[in-house]
DNA sequence: CTTTGCACCTGTTGGC
DNA sequence: TGCCAACAGGTGCAAA
């Protein structure tokens, strides 16, 4: 489900009903997500209070004083403040209960996601230690994309949903990106222009930036902490639009698989 | 080293 | 209507 819009979104709903507020309880119901939940997390956790939430990538980090929260939504995975008396549903896998008579709950039916608690500082940790740049920051430009493909052969569109290039592009905005920036997903990463580069990059950034505007997108079940769906999905331009005209020049979406995965393109507007 | 395909899991959808 | 295969927003890992 949740790609860098939908992570941050959640991150940023969160803030002002979590930072600072102690965590009282943790009650685990089922701790088999990606990698199981450790056994002793509610301990470590009771009595913390969440100092900060980070984002890297797609991944969440509520800091506390002894330590880091982890948290990755995977595919289904979100995060809900609900009233602490609010009955616990089929996929409701942790709840946090804070200070304040709020709960924290993570709900994710297809448990590929993960709840981690990290020794600080949680920047050395493996799942953190090799992810590459962040998309909205300044150091992801054209030449540094350039500069990463360097030696490698594969189609754009894997290469931007590679987290070791960079973090948070997932299938949704990889497509958006690239018909923003006019590129064929299937090219070879060894057949692009510079100038392409840059134009790549800048289209990451401003797909990435007009989805936060919208609150992400909710194409089945992302919701933030409040339960608002996203806007996104009234704005995206090919991502499960096969067969629809395209709005900028009328030729039919075209859907293909790349890596198991459906991407979308419009044929003329993508070279 | 890079690239590819599988694995994890549940729920929904579409074709027959 | 029922059944079954294919697919769904991620990503670590083994194999090629």
Known sequence: MPELPEVETTRRRLLPHVVGRRIRDVVVRNGALRWPVPRELPRRLRGERVEAIRRRGKYLLFDCAHGHLLVHLGMSGRLTLVAAD?????????????????????????????????????????????????????????????????????AVKQFLMDGRVVTGVGNIYASEALFRAGVHPVRGVDRIARASWDRIARAVKETLNHALEEGGTTLRDFASPDGRAGGYQHKRMVYGRDGEACSVCGRRIRCLRQGQRSTFYCPGCQK
């Not at 896998?93 to 990290?118: C, I, N, Q, S």
Request: aromatic share 4%.
């Open 86 to 154: 609010a009955p616990a549903r089929t996929h409701d896998h942790v709840d946090l209960r804070l200070e304040g008579d709020k709960v924290l709950r993570l709900t994710d039916p297809r448990r590929f996601g993960a709840m981690l608690w990290l020794p600080r500082p949680a920047e050395g940790h493996v799942l953190l230690s090799g992810l590459g740049l962040e998309p909205l920051e300044r150091a992801f430009t054209g030449s540094a994309l350039h500069k990463a493909a360097k030696g490698r052969r594969l």
